[in-house]
């Protein structure tokens, strides 16, 4: 929605667009339907992408296969646990350091992490990170190696599909990197075909731009509603239940072909939250728009708190207890940390967004932790290996494959599924149950 505005509220002279193809067809009719030119610049990438011919194991269930990375590589996997698995596998098993990138790391942090693994003399020759690479930073990368082409999008497993391999493929072998092509492979020899399918197929044209309406277009809504209509199980029309103005608009919306509505789902949830509140519909707005995980309680606790002083005109904190920063013993503490920044930073934009409510005192103190919570989560990730995990990435991979199967099973069964169904069986007769210290 953020590009749509801006591609049709911006007023320049002309607005310079960089991205795939994929978007071209999109982006000329928005151009029409504003009266516009529209131009084409082609780009062809400067270095060659090359797939490798082999997998980096030899058998799906091979232990110990990332003792054949080298410099420059990147192993892409798509949780937490597998990252530091595979980190602490490869540190014990080569000679080499390893970065890690992940979404939920602050982004100093990410940014920090990127920055060593570029810099030649800093020690650190590999990179294990998740799909964030594929967004935002310049890395120079040798080789992308798929620990899995599986993973969970939070509601159910799915395969990567040809869009989101092509975009974290391209991060190999970039122009005025040290490496002048890039080189993509897969950890599982059964993933090799899905790489050369996704990277030989066309990416589908993007059909839709998204639209979020802003607060004046929900409170003209709520306003008409109000004086014209009821809401659609019969009840009066309350103008300040954002959830539930926000559930009409969205039933009654009409767009155009070019069109999706963007955010309404999670805008809901939020609503929920501060509906009770005697906040105007724009501040309720500005709630439903902060930068919050509305799955993370103590997340949507802090937010409701804020609204709740906001209601009644009082300042707001943080609590120093609660935000101090703890040596992390284990990753799942190193995850907590993370969510705790995350914390801190929807506090503060809370304090840009409504300066009436909090007080410079209340902002530099949760700067000052903020900062002290970047110091600790930097020291773990330097210790990374000293702390516990007890986890497999072999086996979840496995279990993971497994519950696609089933699920595809369940819709279809054809001959290819058949052939992978009963690799997933040979897969679980010799899979072994391996410790931590085995990784």
Same mark, same amino acid.
């Given at each position: 929605?953020?590009?749509?505005?801006?591609?049709?509220?911006?007023?320049?002279?002309?607005?310079?667009?960089?991205?795939?193809?994929?978007?071209?067809?999109?982006?000329?009719?928005?151009a029409?339907?504003?009266?516009?030119?529209?131009?084409?610049?082609?780009?062809?990438?400067?270095?060659?992408?090359?797939?490798?011919?082999e997998?980096?194991?030899?058998?799906?269930?091979?232990?110990?296969s990332?003792k054949?990375?080298?410099?420059?590589?990147?192993?892409?996997?798509?949780?937490?646990?597998?990252?530091?698995?595979?980190?602490?596998?490869?540190?014990?098993?080569t000679?080499?350091?390893?970065?890690?990138?992940?979404?939920?790391?602050?982004?100093?942090?990410?940014?920090?992490?990127?920055? +060593? /693994? *570029? $810099?030649?003399?800093?020690?650190?020759?590999?990179?294990?990170?998740?799909?964030?690479?594929? !967004?935002? =930073?310049?890395?120079?990368?040798?080789?992308?190696?798929?620990?899995?082409?599986?993973?969970?999008?939070?509601?159910?497993?799915?395969?990567?599909?040809h869009?989101?391999?092509?975009?974290?493929?391209g991060?190999?072998?970039?122009?005025n990197?040290?490496?002048?092509?890039?080189?993509?492979?897969?950890?599982?020899?059964?993933?090799?075909?899905?790489?050369?399918?996704?990277?030989?197929?066309?990416?589908?044209?993007?059909?839709?731009?998204?639209?979020l309406?802003?607060?004046s277009?929900?409170?003209?809504?709520?306003?008409?509603?109000?004086?014209y209509?009821?809401?659609?199980?019969?009840?009066?029309?309350?103008?300040?239940?954002?959830?539930?103005?926000?559930? +009409? /608009? *969205? $039933?009654?919306?009409?767009?155009?072909?070019?069109?999706?509505?963007?955010?309404?789902t999670? !805008?809901? =949830?939020?609503?929920?939250?501060?509906?009770?509140?005697?906040?105007?519909?724009?501040?309720?707005?500005?709630?439903?728009?902060?930068?919050?995980?509305?799955?993370?309680?103590?997340?949507?606790?802090?937010?409701?708190?804020?609204?709740?002083?906001?209601?009644?005109?009082?300042?707001?904190?943080?609590?120093?207890?609660?935000?101090?920063a703890?040596?992390?013993?284990?990753?799942?503490?190193?995850?907590?940390?993370?969510?705790?920044?995350?914390?801190?930073?929807?506090?503060?934009?809370?304090?840009?967004?409504?300066?009436?409510?909090?007080?410079?005192?209340?902002?530099?103190?949760?700067?000052?932790?903020?900062?002290?919570?970047?110091?600790?989560?930097?020291?773990?990730?330097?210790?990374?290996?000293?702390?516990?995990?007890?986890?497999?990435?072999?086996?979840?991979?496995?279990?993971?494959?497994?519950?696609?199967?089933?699920?595809?099973?369940?819709?279809?069964?054809?001959?290819?599924?058949?052939?992978?169904?009963?690799?997933?069986?040979?897969?679980?007769?010799?899979?072994?149950?391996?410790?931590?210290?085995?990784?």
């Open positions: 929605w953020a590009w749509t505005r801006a591609l049709l509220g911006l007023r320049c002279k002309e607005i310079h667009v960089a991205g795939g193809l994929e978007a071209r067809e999109l982006v000329e009719r928005l029409a339907a504003c009266g516009d030119e529209f131009e084409l610049n082609e780009y062809d990438r400067f270095s060659d992408l090359i797939i490798s011919e997998s980096l194991a030899k058998a799906s269930n091979e232990k110990g990332y054949a990375v080298q410099p420059g590589d990147a192993i892409v996997a798509f949780s937490r646990n597998d990252i530091f698995a595979i980190k602490r596998e490869i540190e014990r098993t000679p080499f350091k390893c970065c890690v990138i992940y979404g939920s790391l602050p982004p100093q942090i990410r940014t920090q992490q990127a920055r +060593q /693994f *570029n $810099d030649p003399n800093s020690g650190y020759d590999i990179l294990v990170a998740s799909d964030a690479i594929g !967004m935002g =930073l310049n890395l120079s990368i040798r080789r992308i190696i798929f620990n899995s082409m599986f993973k969970s999008n939070g509601e159910r497993i799915i395969q990567l599909d869009s989101s391999v092509k975009q974290i493929c991060r190999a072998g970039r122009r990197s040290p490496y002048p092509n890039g080189e993509v492979t897969v950890r599982d020899p059964a993933d090799l075909k899905h790489l050369r399918q996704c990277m030989s197929t066309e990416i589908r044209p993007i059909a839709k731009a998204g639209l309406p802003t607060a277009h929900f409170q003209l809504f709520a306003d008409s509603m109000k004086k209509g009821t809401m659609d199980d019969g009840e009066t029309f309350d103008e300040n239940v954002l959830h539930k103005i926000l559930l +009409q /608009f *969205n $039933d009654m919306a009409r767009l155009r072909r070019d069109y999706r509505l963007c955010r309404m999670q !805008m809901r =949830l939020i609503a929920r939250w501060v509906d009770d509140l005697e906040l105007t519909l724009p501040d309720k707005y500005s709630f439903c728009m902060a930068p919050v995980n509305e799955t993370d309680d103590r997340s949507m606790k802090l937010l409701k708190q804020f609204a709740s002083k906001l209601a009644y005109n009082a300042t707001t904190g943080v609590n120093r207890r609660e935000f101090f703890r040596q992390p013993g284990s990753l799942e503490e190193l995850s907590i940390l993370c969510a705790q920044f995350h914390r801190l930073e929807l506090f503060l934009w809370l304090c840009q967004k409504f300066p009436t409510t909090s007080n410079m005192i209340e902002e530099q103190q949760a700067t000052k932790l903020k900062e002290e919570c970047i110091d600790v989560i930097h020291d773990g990730l330097s210790r990374a290996n000293q702390l516990s995990l007890d986890h497999c990435y072999l086996r979840r991979d496995r279990n993971l494959r497994a519950s696609w199967a089933k699920e595809k099973k369940d819709g279809r069964v054809d001959d290819e599924l058949h052939e992978f169904i009963h690799e997933l069986d040979d897969f679980d007769d010799t899979l072994q149950q391996y410790e931590v210290d085995d990784i």
